[in-house]
Every structure is written in C-alpha cells, then in structure tokens.
C-alpha cells in the first residue's frame, strides 16, 4: 500500500514539474518562432543559393517554434487551469494566439516566403550578355563589321573588375563580331529565341 502512494506522489510530482516546464518554454518558444519572422523579413528580395537555404531554415525553424508554442501552452493551460490564477492562465492563451499569428503570418504573408534565387545559369547568362555588350560596343567604336575576329584583349578594357567568369569553370566563346557570346556549359545558354 505504501510504495503504490509513493508512486503516485512521484507521478505527481513529475507532472507538476513537466506542466512547470511547459508553462516556461510556451513563452520561450512563441519568442523565437517571433524572432524568426523578424529574421525573414530582412531578407532582401534577390537571394543566391546559400542566402535560399538560410531563409527556408529559418522559416522551417520558425514554424517549428510556432508549433511547439502552440502545444507548451495548450498542454500548460490544461494542467494549470484550475490550479493557477487568471493572469497566469491569460499568458499562455496569449501564447496560444501569438504563436497562431506567427504560423498565420508565415503562411499567407508571400512576401515572406516568396523570393528570387539567382542561379548560377543565370549568372552565366548575364556574364554573357556583358561580353556581348562589351563586344558590341568595341565593333562601334573601332567601326568592324559582323564577321571580324575579336580578342579577349580587344574587349579586356571594358571589365573594370576582370573579365566575367562562368562560376561552373565553363569557358567563353567569344566568336566573331555579330556572333553571340556562348559558354561551354549547354546548360548555361539562352534558348535561340531570347538571343
């Protein structure tokens, strides 16, 4: 009889200090799901691949802390409902509704989630574009017709910052005046009709 009252108090004791626990992380976690929108919202539209896979952490992460401060506080408010008074209560309904905002607002809001990732086809593309710019631009100035032969030193002057590089290791076809500038990598060309 007495270990069967024993087991009981000890029971007790440890759901009293598991709906402790859960009525402090409930607050803890509606924070950091609400740190996380902070977060999101500095990202800037334009995103390359790394800066993509932070911010879908981030809303992973977030939504995940949302969660977990939905449940802490629908778990807490159950145990503590009758025993605690009506301000403690109050705290973890407005948890409740915090972390229901937060999930609310990470989902509908698209301008939170919804952002460019430039791709390295793209960068090698407009690379491209910028040869054939530069290239284009030497044929006026020096008064050469489609079909002369153009050097990378002929069109150097144009980069400032060093001629563009295919960030594959793909190598630039320069062509003739009039051609289009075309990389190495298939993948990494415009269809025939955007050229």
Known sequence: MLIELSDIFVASGIKTWLAVGLGISAPLFTALGALGVALVT?????????????LSTTVFFSMLFFGIGIVSSIIALQSFYHKSRKS??????VCIVLSTAGV??????TQLGVH?????ENIC??????????????AQRNGVTN??????????????????????????N??????PVTCS????????QYQ
């Open 174 to 179: 320069l062509g003739r005046a009039g051609d």
């Open 42 to 54: 500095q990202y800037r539209y334009r995103l390359d691949h790394a800066q993509a896979i932070a």
């Open 88 to 93: 403690i209560r109050g705290g973890f309904l």
């Open 116 to 120: 460019s990732t430039v791709t390295v």
């Open 185 to 192: 990598i298939p993948s990494h060309r415009l269809p025939p």
């Open 147 to 172: 079909g002369a032969v153009v050097t990378w030193e002929d069109i150097a002057s144009y980069f400032k910052e060093g001629v563009p590089k295919c960030p594959e290791n793909g190598t630039y």
């Open 104 to 109: 609310g607002t990470m989902l509908l809001n």
């Open 125 to 138: 593309i407009n690379n491209a574009r910028r040869i054939e710019s530069a290239k284009r631009d030497w």
